[in-house]
């Protein structure tokens, strides 16, 4: 039974430029929620996306947005990178509000 | 964004000690859970509770609820070096809702 998945492992970009994450769910959960974790610090939430919509949203600047298509899976898209969107972005999966699983990340390094 | 307060923020143990962590919040949660991140690697979950004055074991880990909602404490027993990493707790405030509120983590080194 395949865990959560995301990919890239790692992603080099320069500001002003845009990037796509990708995430694929835990077999079962319909429910996937994006985090950025900066260095030394807990997971922040993004948004949460359920039945294809963006269900609950973080405090997070609209260039944050996201997609989940109709096999669960989900996309992160941030516009206009900045040197502070610097992280390591974490896609969780569940079925509905029950217990979250984490992937192993996305490291992102925008210079 | 809101983080919880988790203390304390790093241990240097020997191997086979006992280890307490615990967090604390100024909002209300309905259910507190606690994971371990290794380097490179997203969170892993460990424990989650569900009631108020909930203890629940994990095989040497043991997790408490707290009565008023705001805290929860993690206890690992008899740490070997692979306890290392960072653990985290989170707090979910809503039970429609499963958006996760972190601390910053505690860092536990354990030396053989």
């Known amino acids: 039974d395949a865990g959560v998945t995301q990919s890239p492992t790692h992603l080099i970009k320069t500001r002003g430029q845009q990037v796509t994450l990708r995430c694929s769910p835990k077999s079962g959960h319909d429910t996937v929620s994006w985090y950025q974790q900066a260095l030394g610090q807990g997971p922040q939430f993004i948004f949460q996306y359920y039945e294809e919509e963006e269900r609950q949203r973080g405090n997070f600047p609209d260039r944050f947005s996201g997609h989940q298509f109709p096999n669960y899976s989900s996309e992160l898209n941030v516009n206009a990178l900045l040197l502070g969107d610097s992280a390591l972005y974490l896609c969780a999966s569940s079925l509905d509000h029950y217990e979250q699983y984490f992937g192993p990340g996305t490291r992102l390094t925008v210079t | 964004g809101q983080q919880l307060n988790q203390s304390p923020q790093s241990m240097f143990i020997q191997e086979g000690e006992d280890v307490s962590m615990n967090c604390t919040s100024s909002?209300?949660?309905?259910?507190w859970l606690w994971y371990k991140q290794d380097p490179g690697e997203g969170p892993v979950l460990l424990i989650a509770?569900?009631?108020?004055?909930e203890l629940t074991s994990n095989g040497r880990l043991t997790a408490q609820f707290g009565i008023t909602r705001k805290d929860s404490f993690l206890n690992i027993s008899a740490s070997i070096p692979s306890d290392v990493g960072i653990y985290f707790c989170?707090?979910?405030?809503?039970?429609?809702?499963?958006?996760?509120?972190f601390g910053k983590g505690t860092m536990l080194l354990v030396s053989p």
């Open positions: 909002s209300i949660f309905n259910t």
């Open positions: 509770l569900y009631k108020a004055g």
């Open positions: 989170a707090g979910q405030l809503n039970s429609g809702y499963s958006t996760l509120t």
